[in-house]
């Protein structure tokens, strides 16, 4: 590893990064039948991934033994795994997965069935990343630093935004969890009275978007097991609200299609009768 490299390191963690997301994307996209953006933040990026794909590029590429480079990078893997759900629940009072339903689990944050395919992603891994490091060896130093720059500063700023909006998160819950404690109050209710949820009010429409972010009903979507260790009853009661509101939605496109059609046929039969009238004038 050499810090002059940095860059080129940076843009290989990007693109893992990208293609873990999309692996996620994909599986969780197809049974749901609906795009799913998967990502902790909102680029198209599972930056686990992308450190993970670091991790068996610097320590086990240069094994030789396939056994020990599997059992080496399920470790590291799963170490890492384990850390991040570790210090997302730290951070954040909450856990995007669990594995607790599986068999041969760790506290939940990993399990036997992951390590086994992260050992096989390290086993590969080195017949792959040979092309990476190709194409990105064949960049000039200016345009492999400017990439690297443009990214980071987007990346940056994504992180910025996904940790105001996930602050804001637990404020909106902690305020609901008080309302359900307190008066037992519905959620929408208990905005329509004038009370602020970190500033924000519900709409005439009483619809959950008007008063959690994208970004926020996003995560609701996107990651199922996503649970609050501190306000488990109010998040639970916002994934029904946004799940209801989804589905709301859906009816709603769903019975607009049939008026629009109605609409547009009555227009052309009035059309078509003001034709015909105008056409009996002019024979008269």
């Not at 390191?9 to 969780?28: K, V």
């Not at 396939?66 to 991040?84: P, W």
């Not at 910025?160 to 609901?176: D, G, M, P, Q």
Request: net charge positive; hydrophobic share 45%; glycine share 4%.
């Amino acid at each position: 590893m050499n810090i002059n490299n940095i860059p080129e390191y940076f843009i290989w963690f990007i693109i893992y990064s990208f293609l873990g997301w999309a692996w996620e994307t994909l599986i969780t996209s197809i049974p749901q039948r609906r795009f799913v953006n998967r990502g902790f933040l909102n680029g198209p990026y599972c930056p686990i991934y992308g450190a993970g794909a670091l991790l068996f590029i610097f320590f086990t590429n240069n094994i030789d033994s396939i056994a020990v480079r599997f059992i080496s990078g399920a470790v590291i893997a799963c170490t890492l795994e384990y850390l991040t759900s570790w210090v997302l629940e730290l951070i954040f009072h909450a856990r995007w997965w669990d594995y607790a339903p599986r068999r041969f689990n760790l506290n939940g944050r990993i399990c036997l069935e992951g390590f086994f395919v992260f050992g096989l992603g390290a086993v590969v891994a080195p017949y792959f990343h040979q092309n990476i490091a190709n194409i990105t060896a064949q960049l000039s130093p200016a345009t492999l630093n400017s990439i690297f720059s443009i990214i980071l500063i987007a990346f940056i700023v994504d992180v910025v935004i996904t940790n105001r909006a996930l602050s804001k998160f637990n404020r909106i819950l902690r305020e609901y969890q008080k309302a359900i404690d307190k008066r037992r109050l519905d959620f929408l209710e208990f905005i329509r009275r004038g009370r602020r949820v970190f500033e924000m009010r519900i709409g005439k429409n009483n619809r959950i978007r008007d008063v959690l972010s994208f970004q926020q009903r996003r995560i609701l979507d996107a990651f199922p097991h996503f649970d609050s260790t501190l306000y488990e009853e109010a998040l639970s009661r916002l994934r029904k609200l946004n799940s209801d509101s989804r589905r709301n939605i859906i009816i709603e496109r769903k019975t607009q299609v049939p008026e629009k059609q109605k609409s547009r046929s009555a227009r052309k039969k009035a059309r078509q009768k003001a034709t015909e009238r105008a056409r009996a004038k002019r024979r008269n």
